[in-house]
């Protein structure tokens, strides 16, 4: 029993000095057993004790999209309602009421921004097109540009002008006029006169 003993506390005393890394120089080391591989459905384990990197699960960062300017998205917008005024609209010589026209970059010493500017820039233009629309009815409010009807004109840098008109059936200048001062009260003269007019919706021609 004694012997027992003996030999069960070496057992015990030697594992605990290879445990601890305690035993001396010249003590052997103990053999490590061998683990086995693990087998997983996706390989991991089996990936790794080969020495290959374990593959990511995570998706890719999809790149990031670049994120248009306020003025380009105003000239996006401008542009898909002169599409759509000029799918409704018959260049058959009626009376209109033009009531905007204005190129990105003008200077209208006559009018002003919503941010007290005389510098008028597309996301202006498309502000000023829409706050027309009190005008009249939404359907009677269209915007095309200065190449779409009438005598074909373009600012000094060959841009075309946005034009906003009204369609409310007009049967000659004269009602053009007189919707005018009623639709501008508090402008007289050169001041109404830049801001509405009567124009004749006829096919365009230089």
Not at 7 to 35: H, N, Q
Not at 64 to 89: D, F, I, K, M, N
Not at 100 to 129: C, M, R, Y
Not at 150 to 169: E, L, M, Y
């Amino acid at each position: 029993m004694l012997i027992g003993v003996l030999a069960a506390s070496l057992v015990v005393g030697g594992g605990v000095a290879a445990w601890s890394g305690l035993a001396g120089d010249d003590a052997p080391s103990p053999p490590v057993a061998a683990s086995e591989p693990v087998d997983t459905a996706d390989g991991v384990d089996k990936g790794i004790e080969d020495g290959g990197a374990a593959p990511s699960s995570a998706p890719a960062p999809a790149p990031a999209t670049p994120t248009a300017s306020p003025e380009e998205q105003a000239l996006a917008e401008l542009e898909s309602l002169r599409e759509e005024s000029r799918a409704s609209l018959a260049l058959d010589g009626r009376w209109v009421a033009q009531v905007a026209s204005k190129n990105v970059g003008i200077t209208d010493p006559l009018q002003t921004t919503a941010t007290g500017s005389h510098q008028f820039f597309a996301v202006d233009i498309l502000a000023e097109s829409r706050s027309l629309l009190s005008l009249a009815d939404a359907s009677q409010v269209h915007v095309l540009t200065s190449f779409d009807f009438g005598r074909r004109s373009a600012a000094a840098n060959g841009d075309p002008f946005w034009i906003t008109i009204v369609d409310a059936g007009f049967g000659s200048g004269d009602d053009v006029r007189a919707w005018c001062a009623g639709a501008f009260p508090q402008l007289r003269g050169d001041a109404l006169a830049n801001a509405c007019v009567a124009r004749t919706l006829e096919p365009p021609h230089d």
